[in-house]
């Protein structure tokens, strides 16, 4: 276990700090960067690749985290990645800046770049997520629900300031260029994004625990390794398709918004976004508790996908409504727009109810002592979702080029049909 004595929230405090400056970063050029001439220019595709690479690189970094933390320790692996971040985000800020001055030419190899760039950030991502998750893991291993209510409410209040302030902060840097060659309309935003997570690098370096487990391996327990059952597999496709379903759309929200009947300004799209991810912060608050209890009972694996399947009809639901109703030509462009505000609560909750009982649900058949078991679940949920998350842009960006908004948000709700009727029957597999 952690060091005896080491304070358990102030550890949760650390990796709520972690968690919050990943995602302000992550989601902070969502906000402008689909909008701006750069995109226009690279086409919608290449956006979506750029996009997915993060994602796809914190997926192909799963085994990352345990081999970094034997070899450097917990606070080693959470600094490591903290650092990728932050050199990450600089890097995305300074090419796109280049491309827009003409001093990068606006094809294959800008957007592979871009794509590297957002690359290095999903593995410094794996590296400090997968660290802090397993740290909490282990020491809130009787209040998981809670604690990773927590680190989900963190995460999409981040997520919500980082979309509101992106669009805001390139404005403010296109006002900036006169100020010499390290500002601009891309680059400013990047500095300010590289900023969070250098923020966490001096506070992971003076609290941060050194090592999980104690340095006296000679006591370490031989537990069971952890049952894998059908159930359980279900899960994981459950974690897969709510992260494709939870980014899909990322990329396309701000182009879709702008255009009539909806009018909506780049700021404003990036409000839209933070509203969902506003829905989702209050519906997580409620759910840590619920799930700790769930959690307790005899019954939690089929409860816990119970929850998930509820989740997986509200998001049919949400994605009916900012998709094919509020794009049918039947309806007035007065009741299209009600559609559109009235999605964002709907689309952060039921992805709040989609996510949170998926850990607990994996972790049931993890002995309670068994801390490197709950790291090796944790960094497998890390990598399904990220996995997800990476394919979710890729596949909409490609179906939205040749069929449109309304056709991939068909799509999610066919997804959330498949899953709801495929966690129901899971209920009673072993």
Known sequence: MLASGYNRRLLLAICLGVY?????MLFLPAAYFPASSIAKSIGAPSVG????????????ATPLPMVVMSAL???GCVLLGLGLATIASLLFGLISQLAAASLLPHGHLLVAMLACSRAVGGAGAALAEAGCLAAVSSRWSDNIGSALAAIEIVTGAAAGVGAALGASLFAVGAQTAAFGAFFGSYLFPSLISALLPASMLVSGLLLMPPHLRETD???????????WTAGRYATCLSIFLSAVVCEALLPLYAPHLVEAPFDYSVPQAGVFVSAVCAAYTLVAMALGPMIDAISADAYAPSRLKRLMAIGW????????LVGPISSSELLTGAIRRMCTLAAPALIGSSTAVLILPSLADLQSCVHPADEEGRAATCAVWNGIYSFGSALGPVLSTLVEHRLGFASVCTALVALGAFMATMLNAARQWR
């Open 217 to 227: 391996r000679a006591h370490r327990l031989c537990l069971h390794a952890p049952r």
């Open 20 to 24: 919050g400056s990943l995602y302000s």
């Open 313 to 320: 009809v509200c998001s049919c639901f949400a994605h009916a």
């Open 73 to 75: 320790g917990l606070r």
């Open 49 to 60: 690749l750029i996009f997915a690479a993060y994602p796809l690189a914190t997926a192909a």
